[in-house]
C-alpha cells in the first residue's frame, strides 16, 4: 500500500508559477512510476505528466508541454510538479498518483494509489 499526500495548491495569476509536491508512504517508493493528473469542475479527470521510477523518462499532455516539468526525488518519496506560466485553464484539483509498475503511463487506469488532491486556482 503506498499513501500520497499532495501539497503547494493555491490561488495565483496568470502567468505565475506554483510547484506542487507529493509525499509518498508505505510500501517502496523508488520502483513506482509516477503521474499527475487535474480535474476541473464539470470536467473528466484529464492526465497532466507523468514519470517513470527512475525519473529518467518524462511525458506530458500537449495542453502543459513546455509550461510544466515533472520531477521524482526517490530518496525523499517525493515527486514534484513545476507549473510555470499559468494560464487561467489550469484551474483544477490536481492529483498525484502511483502505479506498481516502473514503466509511466498516461490512462488514469493505469494508477493504483491516489491522493486527496490539491486545488490549484489561476486568476486571470
Known amino acids: 500500500q503506498v499513501q500520497l499526500v499532495e501539497s503547494g495548491g493555491g490561488l495565483v495569476q496568470a502567468g505565475d508559477s506554483l510547484r506542487l509536491a507529493c509525499a509518498a508512504s508505505?510500501?517502496?517508493?523508488?520502483?513506482?512510476?509516477m503521474g499527475w493528473f487535474r480535474q476541473a469542475p464539470g470536467k473528466e479527470r484529464e492526465f497532466v505528466a507523468t514519470?517513470?521510477?527512475?525519473?529518467?523518462?518524462?511525458y506530458y499532455s500537449d495542453s502543459v508541454k513546455g509550461r510544466f516539468t515533472i520531477s521524482k526525488e526517490n530518496a525523499k518519496s517525493t515527486v514534484y510538479l513545476q507549473m510555470n506560466s499559468l494560464k487561467p485553464e489550469d484551474t483544477a484539483v490536481y492529483y498525484c498518483?502511483?502505479?506498481?509498475?516502473?514503466?509511466?503511463?498516461?490512462?488514469?487506469?493505469?494508477?493504483?494509489?491516489w491522493g486527496q488532491g490539491t486545488q490549484v486556482t489561476v486568476s486571470s
Open positions: 514519470i517513470n521510477w527512475s525519473g529518467r523518462s518524462t
Open positions: 498518483a502511483a502505479r506498481r509498475q516502473i514503466a509511466m503511463w498516461s490512462g488514469p487506469g493505469g494508477y493504483d494509489y
Open positions: 508505505g510500501r517502496t517508493f523508488g520502483k513506482n512510476a
